[in-house]
């Protein structure tokens, strides 16, 4: 978890991301045939290609995301009383950032606590 927000509304931002990065790669590159002429049609084929695969990439994001928030448990938050969802035993709040969990043995865990074990939890993956 790279921000303090839900799993679903963090696949979004990733997906977000990635299409700005790849439009602006492809705009870039076709800026470079402008500016540079000849040798500016190596960097705009370039940038269109790595361009393009941003783009597949942010909608290979979207289509999971997708898939994964059919899946996902809906509920109404405790609190701030709107319909959220949530992926997996732990997940943020959409609305308020709450941390919710399904699992009993999770549920006195305080935030603090929780971004510990997530903490060491990367840390002993990489
Ligand atoms: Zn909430």
Not at 62 to 82: I, N
Request: hydrophobic content about 50%; charged content about 15%; proline content about 2%.
């Amino acid at each position: 978890m790279f921000f303090k927000s839900s799993k679903i509304n963090e696949f979004r931002l990733w997906g977000l991301l990635l299409t700005m990065l790849g439009m602006g790669l492809m705009v870039l590159g076709t800026a470079g045939i402008v500016f540079w002429g000849q040798s500016g049609k190596v960097v705009a084929a370039i940038g269109l290609v790595i361009g393009l695969i941003a783009m597949l990439a942010s909608l290979g994001i979207y289509f999971w995301a997708g898939m994964l928030s059919t899946s996902a448990v809906q509920l109404e938050c405790p609190e701030c009383h709107k319909l959220t969802k949530m992926l997996g035993k732990t997940d943020r709040c959409m609305f308020c950032k709450t941390i919710l969990t399904l699992d009993p043995a999770q549920a006195t865990v305080t935030a603090e606590q929780l971004e510990q074990q997530q903490a060491s939890g990367v840390s002993s993956q990489s």
